[in-house]
């Protein structure tokens, strides 16, 4: 097969459109599962035995569920039931709820791991446990966790894909709607791949700075 330079020339800004969207649906993705995955840490924490224990069940579920099959869930079935998203919102939501269960467990090891004496020290001042929290703990807990936090930036950004299925054209899927009309997949799946390589390699340099600046051993 015979690489045409002209071809490729006349895919990029397609193609670029659809690195946009794939980036705008990580960067979206990755914010909810951040938050989300914190408030699930919490929760698993909780007094109540029955909110802890729901909350380890749910998790373990989306967690070992397909992300797939929790898009096609969003997309396809919540309407059933009146809830009814956008493609790339119901792919960013899906995105971040199953990354939420994983960074979940990220922060919990991190808050396990901060010595005890800082708790002890804490109670030891009388300090109100919101500020506990998130004076003392939670700062510390993070800093420990930034280089998986990160990797799974990188891991969502790679999944992103499977948006495909729920009508989301992101890069792969200029990629195929380029095909498709020409016929020719060999140059605009190579670059969709190119461009997915220089991304995630970009994104890691970025990170071990920011692990460098940020993160404790």
């Keep these: 097969m015979n690489w045409d330079w002209n071809y490729t020339g006349r895919l990029i800004p397609d193609l670029l459109d659809g690195l946009r969207v794939t980036v705008t ?16 840490a919490l929760l698993r924490r909780s007094p109540s035995r029955v909110v802890g224990q729901t909350v380890r069940w749910v998790t373990e579920f989306v967690r070992s569920t397909p992300l797939l099959v929790q898009l096609f869930f969003i ?11 956008g493609p790339l919102t119901a792919g960013i939501v899906g995105l971040g709820l199953h990354y939420s269960t994983y960074t979940a467990e990220v922060y919990r090891a991190g808050i396990e791991d901060v010595p005890r004496g800082q ?42 894909p499977f948006l495909l299925g729920i009508t989301v ?21 190579t670059v969709a791949g190119l461009f997915f390589i220089v991304v995630s390699i970009l994104s890691s340099l970025a990170l071990r700075r920011l692990e460098k600046r940020y993160a404790t051993d």
């Design 25 to 40: 649906a990580t960067l979206f993705g990755y914010l909810i599962a951040l938050a989300l995955g914190l408030v699930w």
């Design 75 to 85: 997309f396809y079935v919540l309407p059933a039931w009146g809830v009814t998203l």
């Design 119 to 160: 708790w002890e020290a804490a109670t030891a001042l009388n300090l109100p446990r919101r500020r506990v929290w998130f004076g003392v703990v939670l700062p510390q807990a993070v800093r420990r966790v930034v280089p998986t936090l990160g990797n799974y930036l990188i891991a969502m950004f790679k999944d992103t």
């Design 169 to 189: 054209t992101e890069l792969l899927g200029k990629a195929f709607d380029q095909g498709a009309h020409t016929l020719k997949y060999l140059e605009p799946i």
